[in-house]
């Protein structure tokens, strides 16, 4: 079946680039000297953390304990859960690390590691935890200047029912960057702040076995990452329009988009109404710092080829409106066209579909079906 | 089971605000001489369906075919497909059509229009259609003063395998108002435009048996709906954030919201991290026309209560950050706190989930499942 056949909106994990981007992560994680535990939130599928984890020690990063059991069901053994722990999702992520070899919760929160050291003596396993740090994003983790935070780990490295594998970072704001100079800065301090932590917590006598750091973008341009032991990006095995905007890939490297057909065309206002919308690409606003005026995605032929100057205007449930910056000429893009959109946030993008239609070479090659809920 | 003992992030919907909210549009649309339709998109739910059409004629409105083939094997059999009929999709229709009393699809293209006769012509079945127009909107639909859009409708009307309906339209820039004055304006072009072509269509012979028009913000202010046949409004069904912001509802008349926990909790930023990101609650932007700092919805106590000029400052993928305006007391909101979060848009923040928990004074009394895809 080709491409041209599917009925639309539809999603489209074009292999050969994904495959390419796996590939070139892993090598550049071997470069930088720190083991790769890819993220596999972007595309929640075995199939592409299979490809992500080739050749690797086989661990991953997930964002939910829905996900950790989908991929604990899928042969993956080793698992960090990237968000900090609910109370009330202990009792089953003990259980969920009864059957892994491994599975790393995150705590930012006394009360958080007393719950779980609780659960752990309760339910009689041990608990692998990482203490989550703040490296400048303010989304989640402690403070590594403050002395309550050395405190936090002193206390998860001396708990019999814990298992305390070391820090934790994730720096998000690197999202939030204009230029490459700025995801640099970010990077840098990434990798800093948390060695600088991990050297102050030794100092003070916690054992720290592991350094974990890493996103899409700060990975994209480090050259150094002397004292980090792990890397956790994610989005690299799609990308996405943010991607490109920041620097991150080529519009080439973007495996994940969405196959739309034209079902309304506007000549008068320069527009086509296509039949994908904020249920198939996600409101995400994409890369606004970048480019003010970046709309909802990258419209592109179905061929792949980037429509120049148009953009994905507006979103409503159902329906994208594509304006183009030039006149639409009599006979092109009549009414069924099919067009593909590079959204801006392929995680959000792809979670609205319960499959992915994947391509080599716009063959349709298989049908890969990501795990939903939490 | 209390709502309370639910996993988080989960869908709730309040059973007695969405029948209070049905029995009211029920009620107006009596009232203004109007046969209701209701969209169902915003719920996707049978259960929610057969409310909104207790004591109607039974119709229904839909965004997607998916939609349409399950509640048409739920027991729907007159229903509108409200979104312009991508050619591809014609041939699914056609046999849908030919196991339902009705099933009106949506043309707005001389192409469409062909391509619908020459489907229900090669299937042996006779397409019912609607004519779409665009009251102000620009989303879709055909610009009633023009004299090509006259002649579309008669193209439709003369089609011996299309049976012509009437026309069709949406304010959907009902959305854009910042006042109630300027949701009336919208209200009464919604009304006028469609009324006016219908006039005009059958001053040039074409018959108009119906005509449809509806949004819910358009609904909540409308007064006199002369020479409109049918209303289509389906958020006022769970109503959310962006229908407070225009006047449409109360804060107490939202029957849909977003059960989350405290996972992290930050008062030197004054934040609490809770367990629902862009995955659960959309990243919609909200009625920022209205308010630019409304952020990502509106943070309630367990109970629904309103947490006085809180914000959902921002989302990721499974994390939200809510921020307070005053200081978070010690001892206040701990870890595993539940809150309810009102999403700033409803249709999108439901069709995240696989299931909603559905309760009656904060006991569950039943899981409704959405219908997904397209």
């Not at 899928?74 to 009792?91: E, H, K, M, N």
């Not at 980037?306 to 000429?329: N, Y």
Request: with cysteine; charged share 20%; glycine share 8%.
């Amino acid at each position: 079946m080709r491409s041209e056949q599917l009925p639309t909106p539809a999603a489209l994990v074009d292999l050969d680039v994904l495959e390419r981007n796996a590939s070139r992560m892993a090598q550049r994680a071997a470069r930088l000297g720190a083991r790769l535990r890819p993220h596999v939130k972007t595309h929640k599928t075995l199939e592409a953390a299979r490809i992500q984890t080739r050749g690797s020690f086989g661990g991953i990063t997930v964002s939910t304990l829905a996900e950790a059991e989908f991929f604990a069901a899928g042969g993956f053994a080793d698992i960090t859960y990237a968000v900090p722990i609910a109370p009330a999702r202990l009792a089953a992520a003990a259980d969920l690390a009864r059957r892994v070899e491994r599975l790393n919760l995150l705590v930012d929160h006394p009360d958080a590691a007393d719950a779980a050291a609780a659960c752990a003596r309760h339910r009689g396993v041990r608990l692998s935890v990482f203490l989550k740090v703040d490296c400048g994003y303010h989304r989640a983790g402690v403070d590594p200047d403050r002395e309550e935070s050395v405190a936090l780990a002193a206390r998860l490295a001396a708990s019999p029912h814990l298992d305390f594998r070391g820090i934790l970072t994730h720096a998000g704001h690197a999202y939030r960057c204009r230029t490459a100079e700025e995801v640099r800065a970010v990077a840098a301090a990434e990798r800093d702040v948390t060695a600088k932590f991990a050297v102050r917590l030794r100092a003070a006598g916690v054992p720290v076995a592991e350094v974990s750091i890493g996103s899409t973008p700060t990975l994209a341009v480090a050259d150094d990452l002397a004292g980090v032991t792990e890397v956790r990006p994610g989005n690299y095995a799609f990308f996405d329009a943010t991607q490109v905007a920041l620097g991150s890939c080529a519009l080439g490297d973007v495996a994940f988009s969405v196959l739309v057909r034209v079902i309304g065309r506007y000549p008068e206002r320069r527009e086509l109404l296509v039949d994908g919308g904020a249920l198939a690409l996600s409101s995400d606003p994409g890369p606004v710092q970048v480019d003010p005026r970046c709309g909802f995605g990258i419209p592109c032929t179905a061929a792949g080829e980037p429509l120049a100057g148009w953009r994905v205007a507006s979103l409503s449930q159902e329906h994208g409106i594509v304006r183009s910056p030039r006149p639409i000429a009599a006979g092109t893009f009549p009414i069924g066209t099919l067009l593909r959109i590079v959204p801006n946030h392929s995680c959000l993008a792809a979670a609205l579909f319960d499959r992915y239609a994947v391509l080599r070479g716009g063959e349709v090659v298989g049908a890969w079906c990501p795990v939903r809920g939490w």
